[in-house]
């Protein structure tokens, strides 16, 4: 044991910096797998992060998609219904089977006016396209169920859009 003892005390200042050189590098293991848990530990929440903002955004257009399949089969439905009563209305306006004793007769045109079709429109000059009050009234009609159906899925995209948390 003597000889260890006096190794060491010649070897003091070696034995030091060996003892030092050791604790630095377990120091230095120590911090790096603290860093690299850490590291692991952020890149786990960020990952759970993205994964609950990508099942948002599939949540989100997948209510949004089922609110445009309603209104689209609502509005579906509604022309449809229009497009029935149209000829049905159609029908009943251009039948001429109906009384006419209480009315007074018509006259014929002058001879200085062109005759014309029952009820023509025409849509601008120049545009040979006639349209009848029956088929103006369809695309008003069209026209209108739009509208109300845009305004339909505005507000259902909108309260949905809320309900889930997204603001503009």
């Given at each position: 044991m003597s000889w260890i003892r006096?190794?060491?005390e010649l070897n003091?200042?070696?034995f030091l910096m060996g003892l030092l050189l050791m604790a630095f590098l377990l120091g230095l293991q120590?911090?790096?797998s603290r860093l690299q848990r850490?590291?692991?530990a952020e890149k786990q929440?960020?990952?759970i992060a993205q994964a609950k903002q990508e099942q948002h955004a599939a949540d989100v257009a997948q209510v949004q998609n089922q609110i445009?399949?309603?209104i689209a089969d609502d509005y579906r439905k509604k022309a449809s219904l229009l497009a029935s009563r149209t000829v049905v209305s159609e029908r009943v306006l251009d039948n001429s089977e109906f009384s006419s004793g209480s009315l007074s007769a018509v006259s014929g045109n002058s001879a200085g006016v062109a005759s014309a079709s029952s009820d023509p429109l025409s849509i601008a000059q120049g545009i040979p396209e006639v349209k009848s009050c029956a088929e103006l009234i369809y695309e008003a009609q069209i026209t209108t169920l739009m509208l109300v159906e845009l305004q339909k899925w505005v507000r259902a995209i909108s309260e949905s859009m809320t309900e889930v948390g997204v603001t503009r």
């Open positions: 006096a190794f060491l003091k200042s070696l120590m911090g790096q850490r590291w692991d929440t960020v990952q445009s399949k309603e």
